[in-house]
């Protein structure tokens, strides 16, 4: 039996509309989203656990490099599961760090901390959980970029328009870092 | 570079005592815990995203049942990354679920909510957070259990004493329900 649900955020979400309900999402039907060449699936949002945390996971080919960005209000996981991800990381001192993280690798990101990362194997997969005592912000990705009701990466990658970064990045606690340098190598 | 820290937890922890601290922990390194035959690992406590939320993995051997049990104040993931792990799960009304997860598939268990589980598979893992407005409850495994410094699975199950069972449990936010039945099947 699969069930699906009208929720605020799709017409037919496997994620039901009443955070109260036990559920079950089968590998890549959560909540799909594109952001240039990635997938990000949403398999549960803030409204699940009354806005304490929210899980996803993010899908890319080798060499998409996210830029350096923080979170002012955020905590972020880096859980690999596939393939092979470097994750940049600086401290709120300017101390910097890069891992190379493979499966079963973890990194983790404070608010406020400056981070970036960059795919380095095709049909890399990380885990994400994003949230701080503000809230979560997982749909941050379909807002700068888009619901995707196919399965897979995209097809053709989607750049956001360029008035969107004024306002979309704030609105879901981001704060891209156009100047940061990594001295890591 | 390995860097270990003294936490209240641990003489030795890859996780930083000072929570502000981005940090790595490669596969395995987490803080361990034994309890019955299941490995616990510990990537991030509530500390390190001021109690918004946990991370950690659960790996077993085949066959090993969790008894049925409830949390009132925690919201609870289960994504599995190896193996396959039948999760069963009751809403609040009483209605009933239950579905084998194979790597890649996700279970949401909503606060009150009755589950329990069992490993289908030798050497499965799922990936857990367990959180809610009032926080994390992830040193619950070595309390009950015992905090591990090797490696691996428990060579002999790790059985808390009786009277563990009459503390510990409340303290961490979890109520087992001896007398529930599955009528999945």
């Not at 760090?97 to 990194?107: A, N, R, S, V």
């Amino acid at each position: 039996m699969t069930m699906e649900y009208a929720t605020p955020y799709r017409r037919a979400s496997r994620i039901p509309a009443d955070p109260g309900k036990p559920y079950f999402i089968e590998k890549g039907e959560g909540d799909r989203a594109h952001l240039f060449g990635d997938l990000i699936t949403i398999y549960a949002g803030g409204e699940q656990s009354e806005n304490t945390f929210n899980f996803f996971t993010v899908e890319g080919p080798k060499g998409n490099l996210i830029p350096a960005h923080l979170h002012p209000d955020t905590y972020e996981v880096f859980y690999v599961t596939a393939g092979a991800v470097r994750l940049f990381v600086e401290d709120t001192e300017g101390n910097q760090q890069e891992k190379l993280l493979t499966p079963g690798d973890f990194g983790f990101v404070p608010k406020n901390c400056p981070h970036a990362y960059r795919m380095e194997r095709h049909h890399s997969q990380v885990v994400g959980v994003a949230a701080g005592p503000g809230g979560t912000f997982e749909r941050f990705f379909e807002n700068l970029g888009a619901p995707a009701d196919q399965l897979g990466l995209p097809v053709e990658p989607v750049v956001p328009e360029p008035h969107k970064f004024a306002t979309v990045p704030r609105q879901y606690d981001v704060r891209f870092l156009p100047d940061h340098e990594w001295r890591t190598r």
